[in-house]
């Protein structure tokens, strides 16, 4: 036989191969990636006490908080390492998207327009939209339409930021990267007030005795609960995630957690 021809072959049978091998590795659903390479890699914003925040431990800095929680209970219940990704939170359902991460945890609503983008679970936790001001003016912003012409912040690219905008709508909305930064615009009086979810709005309060929350009603719906979004299709990955969500929530672990970590961050403060 002539080699020329067997070597034509081999070449052929080899490029097959490896196209095979590659489409097999493009059509695996998520949840098999996440089990092949043992890891699920968790993107989240740790400016988000008690859901997720930085604290000493052992004179080391570590990722702590109730989102923390739950993405350790998805890696056990997936038989997987979890390696915790922080980000700042505009950042992190794209980095979902580039694959940078697996799934994200960080206080994420559901709301229409990234349902378009992400693939979510049953929601984990649901809290109310509050707006805190400083405690000297409490008695000065009663309704929403006390903040008429005036500054209210929000974190950038949060569910927040369009409450702020759909409902307190007379106000002149600055969007701000993190949260802390809007706190501290609040207590330097650029702006008068940050709209936040509840349990985050008291987490600052604690620490910072010169605020309060003000005496406004937003309303909510929900797109205010907290949710791990994932990419499209992943619906073996959804249904893990979702029976781990029922499990945690029937025996009432995702609020004892909540409270846990809201007393943790008032220690490390």
Not at 49 to 72: T, Y
Not at 211 to 222: E, F, P, Y
Request: net charge positive; aromatic share 4%.
């Amino acid at each position: 036989m002539n080699l020329k021809k067997i070597a034509l072959g081999l070449v052929a049978l080899t490029s097959i191969v490896t196209l095979a091998a590659c489409g097999s590795s493009s059509s695996k659903d998520t949840l098999s990636k996440i089990k092949d390479k043992g890891t699920l890699t968790v993107a989240l914003s740790p400016d988000y006490a008690p859901f997720e925040f930085q604290m000493l431990k052992d004179g080391k800095n570590e990722i702590v908080g109730s989102d923390v929680d739950l993405a350790n209970e998805i890696g056990k219940a997936l038989g997987v390492k979890v390696k915790i990704q922080a980000m700042d939170f505009n950042n992190v359902l794209a980095s979902v998207t580039s694959g940078k991460a697996d799934i994200a945890i960080s206080g994420i609503s559901a709301d229409p327009d990234r349902a378009k983008s992400y693939d979510f679970s049953d929601s984990y936790y649901t809290a109310n939209n509050v707006i805190v001001v400083k405690k000297e003016h409490h008695d000065k912003y009663a309704t929403i339409a006390d903040f008429k012409d005036k500054k209210v912040a929000a974190q950038k690219g949060s569910v927040q930021e369009k409450v702020a905008t759909n409902q307190v709508k007379d106000a002149s909305l600055v969007s701000l990267i993190k949260t802390g930064q809007a706190i501290n615009e609040l207590k330097n009086g650029t702006v008068e007030g940050v709209v936040l979810e509840e349990p985050i709005a008291k987490s600052y309060i604690s620490a910072n005795s010169d605020l309060a929350l003000s005496g406004v009603k937003l309303d909510s719906s929900d797109t205010d609960s907290y949710c791990v979004a994932m990419p499209k299709k992943s619906d073996k990955l959804k249904k893990e995630i979702d029976a781990v969500i029922k499990k945690l929530k029937a025996t009432d672990a995702i609020s004892k957690s909540v409270e846990k970590n809201f007393e943790l961050a008032q220690s490390a403060k």
